[in-house]
């Protein structure tokens, strides 16, 4: 009897996006701060984000893994809270 060998396939895992959500009470300098030190966007970009968000109410600031783009929701939505602005942050599947 002969057996073939089947080479062991793995996924790559699964990404989902970070999606900051616009309101009307969180300054617009804190979600380039949020940006920048969350998501290690660079000045100009952080901005060209923050300015989606603005005008189309959302804007996705990186892709994770699951577990990552968990804790970058949650480390956001944490900050956010401590510094009085409700801005949302969530994780959806890309």
Do not use: W
């Not at 920048?36 to 996705?60: P, S």
């Not at 893994?65 to 944490?78: F, G, I, L, N």
Request: with cysteine; charged share 20%.
């Amino acid at each position: 009897m002969v057996v073939e060998r089947q080479a062991a396939r793995t996924k790559p895992p699964r990404l989902y996006q970070v999606v900051l959500l616009n309101d009307d009470y969180t300054p617009m300098e804190f979600v380039v701060m949020i940006l920048q030190e969350y998501f290690n966007h660079d000045l100009e970009t952080a901005t060209q984000i923050m300015l989606k968000i603005h005008h189309e109410g959302r804007g996705v600031c990186g892709l994770f893994t699951k577990d990552v783009a968990a804790t970058k929701v949650e480390s956001v939505s944490t900050a956010a809270r401590r510094s009085g602005h409700p801005l949302q942050c969530i994780s959806e599947a890309a």
